[in-house]
Structure formats: structure tokens, C-alpha cells
């Protein structure tokens, strides 16, 4: 963990930033990246340790009547790029966890993320991970197994839920 420190210290730096400027988190991914995601976004709505002020964040893969009509109007690798183009603003973090870091659908959310001045975080396993390309800043948990990426992704999200409550909640 220590080998991504610096990483996970910008990601929290561009979080502070958007929480302080009124702006909110959209995060996705696939599978356990999914229910990551939602336990990322139900930490920061709800709590984490203290009780305090709700932070907006939506996890992009709970909304299935959208993901279903964006399945089959559009195509599934357009499940999060389209819901970037509906409710993302400029100043507002994508949060894009994949563990291979080649999701179509989470590729695509970046890549309209960008084209919308939302600034990319990524949390991924791979060092060569196409996801590294569109983000800001990339998270990477060094493990060889899918179950070992997806146990660091939870620790390190764990330790931005710290860093958020510890350093913007006063």
C-alpha cells in the first residue's frame, strides 16, 4: 500500500476540492466494483466513523431502469458515459474503480468525464491499465488476483473515507 501512498494523498486532494467547491462524486464499476462503489458512495452519503454533514456522491450503477434503457437504446458500454452526460458538471470527481482496468463501460465514463472537465480518479490493479490513460490520478492495489485487487480497492477507499472525515468535516 505504501508504493501508492502518493497517489491516494492526490485522489483525497481532489476530492477536498470538490467537496469544498459545492461539487459531488459519481462513482462506477463492474461486478465487486460495483458494490465498491456503492459502499464508497453509502460511507460518504451516510458515515463513515463520525457522524456528520451527508456528502454527495451517487454510485452510477444503482439506477437500473437507466442502465436498462441505456442497455438497450444505446449499448452497455454506454451505461456510465450517459449518466456522466446527464448529471456531471464541470468541477465534480468520477471515481471509475476497474479492477483490469479495460471495462468498455468504464473507459467510456472517462472519456466523457474529460470532455466534461470532471476530473478522473481511478482505482484499478493493473500498472498498464488502459483506465491510467484517462485519469488524473491512479490508484493502483499491486495484487496478481482479482479477489486481492478488490480487497485493497475496499482498504483503500476505506482510507479516503478516513482522510475525508479527518481533514474536510470540522
Do not use: W, Y
Not at 18 to 45: P, R, V, Y
Amino acid at each position: 500500500m505504501d508504493s501508492d501512498k502518493e497517489s491516494i494523498l492526490k485522489a483525497f486532494s481532489l476530492i477536498e476540492e470538490a467537496f469544498d467547491n459545492g461539487k459531488k462524486i459519481l462513482i462506477c464499476g463492474n461486478g465487486g466494483s460495483a458494490a465498491d462503489a456503492q459502499h464508497f458512495a453509502a460511507e460518504l452519503i451516510g458515515r463513515f466513523k463520525k457522524n456528520r454533514k451527508s456528502l454527495p456522491a451517487i454510485a452510477l450503477n444503482t439506477d437500473t431502469s437507466s442502465i436498462t434503457a441505456i442497455s438497450n437504446d444505446f449499448d452497455f458500454s454506454k451505461i456510465f458515459s450517459r449518466q456522466i452526460e446527464g448529471l456531471g458538471n464541470q468541477g465534480d470527481i468520477l471515481f471509475a474503480i476497474s479492477t483490469s482496468g479495460k471495462s468498455r463501460n468504464v473507459l467510456n465514463a472517462a472519456t466523457k468525464a474529460k470532455e466534461k472537465n470532471i476530473k478522473v480518479i481511478a482505482l484499478t490493479g493493473d500498472f498498464n491499465s488502459e483506465l491510467l490513460k484517462h485519469s488524473d490520478v491512479c490508484i493502483k492495489a499491486t495484487a496478481k488476483d482479482t479477489c486481492h485487487i478488490q480487497e485493497l480497492h475496499i482498504i483503500i477507499i476505506h482510507i479516503l473515507c478516513v482522510l475525508i472525515e479527518c481533514n474536510i468535516i470540522k
